[in-house]
């Protein structure tokens, strides 16, 4: 039941972060708001939207409190690498890139999270590295950069740059914020850090030339990023890392090429491929292979503290 509970979570993490890219790539391109505009407005809302509702409860003052002295600074850097750089980065891409290509972002931060916890734990399976490719490969059927005729890579630009550091950046937050999300839970540590990644931004934006949203629809847009792509998914990602190891939690964004594939195609009339269909098989096989791998490991061997 832990174990269903946590994909549950992932699952909602997931569709949340999926619909960041259509309405990120619809803000930016039509809407013309600024990449730095949206990482901060989207970062303020749902930051101060946990803190108050972690702080109308006993027990959420006390998570609240939980971090220490020493972990501010940490808290910090997190924050500005896992909230601020990482949606700027996806943001940027965003605008220069189409909508599928941009989700690669998430194709490639499973790579990066399970790489740094197999470097981390000194352990490198041949499993893992068949769940990893497998669902690699999925993902770059699932936004078509592998067809039928071969690799269709756009164009060398400053989008593909981007994508690829926001990928770094999710990492990063993910395997080094697992011991804070766990120890200070799940809304705690979600709060903190979209306030610290808000203020980081805020700092910039008096100095650089930005576009805010002018019209309604773009406000309503930066609202559902606020509330549906940020506030909700923080807190399942964060949340589901009590109830599934990091790597079988990193195989799990590997769906959110396939979910943004079906957001597009409700909400902006695009239709899925039979590659993106295979590709999502292919998706399906890396979770199946990570979880048993992963489930194994964990019978087979007794916990050891571990430092972060």
Known sequence: MKRLWGFALAAVAVTGFASTFVA????TRECRVSPSVLAFLRFLAAGTVLL????ATPSGRRALRAAKRADWLKLAVLGTIGTSVMAWCVFAGCARVGTANASMADALA??????AAAIQARRLEFRLVFGLLCGFLGALLVIQVVTFRGVRLEAYST?????????LAWAVYTVWGRSYAVRMGASAFSAWTMLFGAAAIGLVLPFAPVVWPQTLKA???????????TLAPYWAWNAAQKHLPVTVLGVSAYFTPVAAVALAALFR???ATGLQWIGTGFVCVSAVVETRRAGGAERNVSPQPRKL
């Open 24 to 27: 990120g790539s619809a803000l």
């Open 52 to 55: 108050a509702i972690e702080g």
């Open 110 to 115: 499973p790579l990066m999270i399970s790489a």
């Open 159 to 167: 989008g593909d740059v981007y994508v690829l550091f926001a990928a």
């Open 219 to 229: 406000w309503g847009l930066a609202g559902v990023l606020a509330v549906f792509s």
């Open 269 to 271: 009339g695009e239709t």
